[in-house]
């Protein structure tokens, strides 16, 4: 029953023209939003700073990309449709410098080869506009200004089979208006108009890049984002980062641009992500938009038809930049800012710009700088403030380490805390209580929650979830300024092993000094087999095996010193949870305020470690609203 299936062989033969430029178009259009993707590229390649998208039925009948870029002299209009034909590179080393959108010359070709497209142009020294037929080859006049417009009609007419994984109208003009967003976000200096079966759907004009942001993403993202702004040198790395509790169920908002072009890179994300991993639930997503700017020959953009990928020289450089940017504008604390003068620090509402902070010092990243921190105006008054001199930062730090190594202190927790020993509380008595922005401790109520008073209205602050916090930073300055952390650990009894990888295993053996200085002792059983035989101490009850794992596909994916890294704090964060106030311990009044001015100086103190707020105002007018009292 040995029926042959092998097909029977034709010659080998050169493609036509028309049908290499079908499957090339396969690689570049896949929808109408690619085909106004590549055409805005093309208009802001050209120098526009006026582009207008006139869509039709969403974008399948029709895409018209009009703009009053530079134009295209005469003679080279048929070119411009060619194959492999640019204007924007001619050598290897154009192609290592390229600071176009596009440079492959061939979007125009594709997009040709599988719609009726034509082209309009007018170069501005020209005394009358051409258009072009593409299928036809027929060149006429055209009555029209300095500018070029491309119409691509019918996507897809002559290749049914492509034309049948379009999705409904709405769904593609929604991708279209998504490719127009992804230009105007990183171009605010160029206005943008989307028009959609003749109706107006957006207008963009021309603004400054904040505005612009604001106008694309909403004023909630703005009121719910921190500014970031980290210049260090071979790099800058600017744009928004969305505050951890306003993250969202889908990763809609995440916009990442490499030198002015929007890419998604997986490199890239998971730095943010990591940037994020101490104050973000694990399954929301956060909102951001980055934009980085490298030298070119430090990043390789052809790699990806669509140029939606890029490849970096150094990729670790990169990851760790982009998780610095990231963690260093999250790292000002709301509870550490000076009162807004109107409106208030509650959710929603929108946070003043912090003065300082945003701005890392060159190299800070390395690690061997300290990092920044958020110093808000009160913060530096906090230190300068009488009992500042005998506890630094740091030394709180050291101090909370030694706490931290017993995590089971007879004491309880808080009473032991350093800070209690000097009397910060004076500071509270001293009539400067109305500015401190969490206020003055007033009770604690259910065992869990801290009121306070400020002068805008009643603060509630969960005190585990807020010392935790403290805790956790605490821990982590002090890894950060010492280098390293002795973990204590504990050997296993009976080692935990587990079915292992090729190179889970080699990973093991490569890195297991990295291993051990997290408290890690991995080796193999067999070839199939890891084994933990000894962990942290601060981690039992914790899945021992998830977190050898975890570990293991970050040594492999990111090297030793950023897995060592993130390992490190997620210890440290479980050392925190063991380490902060527990509920139902009763506080005194003076450990409560001792607690809210330990927030103020805090990094990240708006959330616990799992994401979660650990503080909350009420204003004054709710409460007026809530007796309906007017003022
Ligand atoms: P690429 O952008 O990679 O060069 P394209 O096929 O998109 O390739 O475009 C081919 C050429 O046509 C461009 O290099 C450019 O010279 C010219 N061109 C295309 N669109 C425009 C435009 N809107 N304004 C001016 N020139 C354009
Ligand atoms: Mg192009």
Known sequence: MNVSTAPMRRPIRELPDELISQIAAGEVVERPASVVRELVDNALDAGATEVGIKLQGGGIRSVLVEDNGAGIPADEMPLALRRHATSKIGSLHDLEQVSTMGFRGEALAAIAAVSELSLASRTADST?????????????????????????????????????????????LAHCVDAVRRHALVRPDVAFTVWHDGKLLHQWRRNPGPVRLEQLLGDEFFANSRSIDVDLGIMRISGRAGLPEAARARADQQYVYVNGRFVRDRLIGHGVRSAYEDVLHGARQPAYVLFIDIAPDRVDVNVHPTKIEVRFRDSREVHQAVRHAVESGLSVSRAGQAPAVEGDVAEGSRTPEPSTGATAPENSWTGAAARPSGASSLMQRADQAPWAGQQGRLGLAQAEVLYAREPQPAWGTLAARPMQSDQRPEAVADGATDSW?????????????????????????????????????????????????AIDTQTLLIPASFSATAEEIACAETHAEALLRLGLEISSLSPTTLAVRSRPAALDGGDVVELARKVLAELAQFG?????????????????????????????IDEMNALLRDMERTDRADQCNHGRPTWRQIALRDLDAMFWRGR
């Open 437 to 485: 922005p969490l206020g003055r401790a007033i009770a604690q109520i259910a065992g869990i929650y801290i009121v306070a008073e400020n002068d805008r209205g009643l603060i509630v602050v969960d005190m585990h979830a807020a010392h935790e916090r403290i805790v956790y930073e605490r821990l982590k300055a002090t890894l950060q300024a010492s280098g390293s952390l």
């Open 128 to 172: 009358h506009g051409l258009r072009l037929d593409a299928r036809s080859g027929e060149l006429l006049p055209s009555a029209r200004g300095t500018g070029t417009s491309v119409e691509v009609r019918e996507l897809f007419f002559s290749t049914p089979a492509r034309r049948k994984f379009l999705k409904s109208v709405a769904t593609e």
């Open 560 to 588: 030793a010193s950023a897995a060592v890294e993130r390992a490190q704090h997620e210890i440290l964060s479980t050392m925190a949870c063991h380490g902060a106030v527990r509920a139902n311990r009763q506080l005194t």
